[in-house]
């Protein structure tokens, strides 16, 4: 999470976002009851709120002269996926592209609000959103220097608005540059300006639970800016509460679906293309299209933080579920899947399952360089192929394809061998003899991956699969001329 800059959705989609400068302090101890426009910058006004008697005698000068405007909402999302993250939250919300701002590895939302409208949007978000990776609440972000800043300024804040004592709570702390000494002194100094507002303000304070808390608060520095948030999500939003089986190394369903949402598969249009992974593995990208495909929400089958705070309506909710439950439908297209591992096959399958996806997907078992076309209609091929820096190689360098088989491995399992040219060019001559009129997408960090096809790419989209600097290549298949 980084402090934002005022930038709009990019139109072009060679945007590169730029780094921020530096805000003055902003906070929202107080705020109006009636909806807000969407918050300027922080005017230069003194703070409004009675000072914290457990405070620092004398608070750091960047603190004491905070500002009061609206929180907003910020969802991370994996690098190089924010504009689709930006288009996803029009979508689901309706709200103008005024209203977004794109940042690095992440995407701000101002849509003002009180307190319960702003939750009410986090909830449609933690329904919905497929490619966000939590949906937080920005409450203040300000310049510090010492430990003693990020107390002064947590110190501000209306906590018991959001929670109680009766509560618990934790502080999950990142950092990017920051220079102070120590992350985890930096988190207890938040604790402890938590816990000193509660006690003085209702005479007790909320204990701290570090495996299951039932509120979240998420400070993150970068070299010169501390921001506060409270999640709403809990869990991370790629745990959608289906999978139970998977292999050595599953895509994040968040970015399966940036993967999906970068071919620009319309699902829910007139006439859709098929869809076909032929390296599903445990199936993400397979039904992850499925649900798309039959309009399932990904946040049905899971439980969310903002459950625990107190703007929280329940029957807000429960009317947002039954809408979403009641938009679910059978498939326009159908989506397909195969893996050269049976037992990734039966782990997909019932993965499909407790997705409600099953009759929506069909998975098979077969070789990627072996399987024809699952259907007449040329689609889209979308696939993360084999590539030896995902998995530990080393149980299964030396075997042949055979042993592979039987030993139940992945294709993706197999890809660092020293044919990995020869596999892909093979890959390429099967395609080239049987998918003519397809587009392929593939997933990968080899930069040189068209040239072991043979193929020229007609797009390579940025995108991190973990920790790994990966790009999305397109490749428009032709038929083999005879």
């Known amino acids: 999470m980084r402090a934002p800059h005022r930038r709009q959705i990019p139109r072009g989609a060679a945007h590169r976002p730029r780094q921020s400068a530096q805000k003055p302090v902003t906070t929202t101890a107080s705020r109006p009851p009636s909806p807000r426009p969407a918050p300027v910058p922080a005017p230069n006004s003194a703070p409004n709120s009675a000072p914290n008697p457990a405070a620092p005698a004398a608070a750091p000068a960047a603190a004491s002269q905070a ?54 949007l986090a909830m449609q978000l933690n329904l919905h959103s497929r490619i966000a990776q939590r949906v937080l609440i920005v409450l203040a972000q300000g310049p510090y220097q010492r430990e003693d800043d990020l107390y002064a300024l947590a110190a501000q804040l209306p906590w018991e608005q959001w929670f109680t004592p009766a509560q618990t709570f934790k502080i999950e702390a990142t950092a990017q540059r920051s220079p102070l000494k120590s992350l985890n002194f930096a988190a207890l100094r938040i604790k402890d300006a938590v816990a000193d507002r509660f006690r003085a303000r209702q005479g007790q304070r909320p204990s701290v639970d570090t495996q299951r808390p039932q509120v979240r608060i ?61 390296c599903c593995g445990s199936g993400t990208i397979a039904i992850e299209a499925a649900q798309m495909a039959c309009d399932i929400a990904p946040g049905l089958q899971r439980r969310f933080a903002f459950e625990h705070l107190l703007p929280h309506q329940p029957q807000h909710w429960q009317a947002l579920r039954e809408q979403a439950l009641a938009r679910r439908r059978a498939p326009a297209t159908p989506v397909f899947g195969s893996d050269i591992a049976h037992r990734m096959v039966d782990f997909a399958r019932r993965n499909a399952e407790r997705a409600g996806v099953a009759q929506a997907v069909q998975l098979r078992g077969g070789d990627l360089l072996q399987r024809l076309p699952p259907c007449a209609q040329p689609g889209i091929l979308l696939l993360n ?98």
């Not at 919300?93 to 307190?115: F, K, S, W, Y």
């Not at 895509?251 to 249009?269: F, Y």
């Not at 003519?436 to 040189?448: C, R, V, Y």
């Open 218 to 278: 998420h400070l993150h520095l970068d070299a010169q800016t501390q921001q506060l948030a409270i999640d709403t999500s809990g869990a991370p939003l790629f745990k959608r509460g289906w999978r139970e089986d998977k292999g050595a190394a599953p895509l994040k369903e968040t970015l399966a679906a940036s993967m999906i949402a970068a071919t620009g598969w319309q699902p829910l249009s007139h006439a859709p293309l098929p869809l076909y992974d032929p």
């Open 67 to 120: 500002a009061r405007p609206a929180p907003y909402l910020f969802l991370p999302c994996a690098a190089h996926t924010e504009a689709l993250l930006g288009a996803e939250v029009q979508r689901i919300t309706g709200l103008p592209e005024a209203a977004l701002t794109l940042q690095r590895a992440g995407v701000a939302i101002h849509a003002g609000g009180d307190d319960q409208q702003l939750l009410a």
């Open 385 to 482: 192929p084999p590539y030896g820096t995902r998995i530990d190689a080393a149980g299964s360098a030396g075997r042949n394809l055979q042993a592979r088989k039987q030993m139940g491995f992945s294709a993706r399992e197999f890809s660092g061998d020293d044919d990995g040219a020869a596999f892909f060019a093979q890959l390429a001559a099967h395609w080239k003899s049987h998918y003519g009129g397809w587009t392929a997408w593939l997933l990968s960090p080899d930069m040189k991956l068209p040239g072991k096809l043979r193929l020229k790419e007609s797009r390579r989209v940025p995108m991190w699969n973990g920790p790994i600097d990966c790009r999305l290549f397109r490749f428009d298949l032709q038929a083999r001329k005879s």
